[in-house]
């Protein structure tokens, strides 16, 4: 009989697992060299059958969670089952998330480029981010990706888009919201002019001067 093992018995998502197809000692009749195959489900595990008994999954998600399995063979075309077990990879909820905004602070002139960052400390597989404006929460964005940042982009900001902004991001756990982030839009200033009284008029020393500048 064969004895299947997985290590660890309830793996992250993210981590690895290693499955190990144990022989108990009347198995030992297989006879010498014995092949290990490994599958989820139904579906073959690895580059197929090897010498090796055990099996290392580098990488695991919640998707691979289910039932697995692993049978042994021989030249002789003798094979055994080992029972099957229900592996389940947990998943790690997201957590504190937070807003920050490219230009810092939330200060923008208008006409330039905003961004929004949403990030998060922990969260494994798949994460939703969401973007929102005002406090009444306006949906701007939502995109799904394996991170934990994400970015929304406005590309010129006008006089409407200073507001305040909050984002969420979900893994499927229960979702995670920041803080809301106040952004202020700036009118461009032109470059300011220094001109010293009345245009052309020679100053000497110990005259009064005027300075003026205008933007």
Do not use: D, N, Y
């Given at each position: 009989a064969l004895l299947l093992?997985?290590?660890?018995?309830?793996?992250?998502?993210?981590?690895?697992?290693?499955?190990?197809?144990?022989?108990?000692?009347?198995?030992q009749k297989l006879g010498a060299p014995v092949q290990f195959c490994f599958f989820r489900e139904s579906q073959a595990l690895g580059q197929g059958?090897?010498?090796?008994?055990?099996l290392q999954l580098p990488t695991v998600w919640r998707k691979d969670s289910g039932s697995y399995w692993c049978k042994a063979k021989t030249l002789a075309i003798r094979v055994t089952w080992s029972p099957r077990i229900q592996i389940q990879v947990q998943g790690v909820p997201v957590w504190n998330v937070?807003?920050?905004t490219q230009p810092p602070g939330g200060q923008v002139q208008k006409g330039k480029k905003l961004v929004l960052i949403c990030l998060a400390t922990q969260g494994t597989g798949d994460i939703t981010f969401s973007w929102y404006k005002g406090v009444l929460g306006?949906?701007?964005?939502?995109?799904?990706?394996?991170?934990?940042?994400?970015?929304?982009?406005?590309?010129?900001v006008t006089d409407s888009d200073a507001e305040n902004y909050f984002c969420t991001a979900d893994n499927g756990y229960h979702?995670?919201?920041?803080?809301?982030?106040?952004?202020?839009v700036r009118s461009p200033v032109s470059r300011p002019v220094l001109t010293l009284g009345a245009p052309g008029a020679q100053a000497f020393p110990g005259d009064m001067m005027e300075l003026r500048c205008e933007a």
């Open positions: 093992t997985a290590r660890p018995s309830r793996p992250k998502e993210g981590g690895s697992m290693t499955l190990t197809c144990e022989m108990q000692a009347t198995s059958c090897s010498h090796s008994p055990e937070s807003l920050e306006l949906i701007l964005e939502t995109k799904t990706q394996r991170s934990l940042t994400a970015k929304f982009e406005i590309p010129a979702p995670s919201i920041s803080e809301l982030v106040s952004v202020t």
